[in-house]
């Protein structure tokens, strides 16, 4: 207890190098919850990752690294969403994996993943932001209200909300043992 | 399937392009090579260019004693005033918890932060804060988290209760004095207690152990447009303290005096710089005693703050 505590262990170059290796994919993937678009989703993760090197200095704590990762990933998914092309380039794509509706077992996947995302992106951006957070990261209501800057009730408010809408728009697919 | 099982299900073809290089080349930057390699430059600077710009230093005379322990939160004109709220809030974000004043380990003494803490009792509150990092990299703490236990007025001592009997050095000790002193407002001494024995104690401030030269306002990280008004403290005996604003690239964008008060002891000083025509971005600000040999090391403080 005498001892003035340690630098960090870790340098920012060596920080970025293990958060890169243990949530890349993971935040990725959030990301294309929140926007849909992979491309779009790396780049706003490889955004993210840039800014929390910049601030290793002060973060210098790999929970805290994490919490800021992930805040920074939804609110770039946020701006990004702003960008009205990638709302046009999604639309494109959409429209073409509409022509062929395949019967087999790989289009079925296709089909029940396409519903899952077209439900979230119909939602408002908070419960769309809200259910990601919760249902995909597995976060408590704490954290989420820590990562979007809002209260403890309007999490929980917008789960209730998002996850009821998200419902009906699935129908089925929550009911289908797959 | 659940929400869980779907949400997983919808993204779990998604396989990221490998984009580390990428990474690697985008946050390599000489710049970053050494923790402000530039820090005592940036204080030489300021002996160069010695004509102020666009600053109004202005003269507090603030009523107050001659230690630490009259000022945070007792004294909200210590407190950050004009900082903007936080870039993630939100209108229906709950309040921040109060600011508490907490003592931490820098170079050439000890030098004062002020941390959101959450909590009913002010004095456990600081002390388990104290076991936290500070937000300003050029501190630390002497505490690691667990040590402290409790805090709390006793027989006109403030008890502090510790988890083990191992020694507990003089700075360590002042930090826990300065900082519960501070948020009790009241200059009682601390006895540090191991199950019911006393450890040390009864143990007084000790101003020698104080840096200077230190920044109450801004704290590390804060947000400013248009003006910031800075304030401190310091001990030196010129009755002015230099302070310059250095940008991402090192340049003194703004630089000047600040009129120190002429009482004894640790002396307030204020100045509000003009931030306006600045460039959105990363500043660092930094006061310097007024010694052109350098003759007395490390009376100095820095702050990071971000001008939008």
Known sequence: MTT???????????????????HWRRLVRLSVLLVRDQGVAEEVVQDAFVAVHGRWDRLRDPERALAYLRQAVVNRSRSALRHRAVVARHAERRTASLVEPGADQAALVTDRRAAVLDGLRALPQRQREVLALRYYLDLSEAEIADTLGISRGAVKSHASRGAATLRTHLGTLLEEEL | ?????????????????????????????PARAAARPWWWAAGATVVGTAAAVAVVATLQHTQESAGPAGHGMHHPGFLPSEILPPRVSDPDAEALPPLLPIYYVGEGGLYREFAHVRGNDSL??????????PADPDYATAWAPGDLLDASVQHGTIEVETADDGPISALAAQQVVYTLQANLGSRVPVRFIHEGEVLLGPVDADPAVLNPVSISDPAEGNEYEGSMTARGRTSVPERHILWTLV????????????????????RPWEVTVDLAGLEPGTYVFTVTRDDPGFTVTASTDTRTIVVR
């Open chain 2, 247 to 266: 940008d991402a690239d090192e340049t003194v964008v703004r630089d000047g005096t600040a009129v120190v008060s002429d009482d004894a002891g640790m």
């Open chain 2, 1 to 29: 399937m659940n929400l869980h099982d779907l949400l997983e299900d919808a993204v779990a073809d998604v396989e990221p392009a490998d984009r580390l290089a990428e990474l690697r080349a985008r946050t390599a930057s």
């Open chain 1, 4 to 22: 003035v505590t340690d630098r960090p262990a870790w340098t920012a170059d060596e920080a970025l190098e293990q958060l890169y290796a243990a």
């Open chain 2, 124 to 133: 456990l509150s600081a002390v388990l804060q104290l076991e936290q990092p």
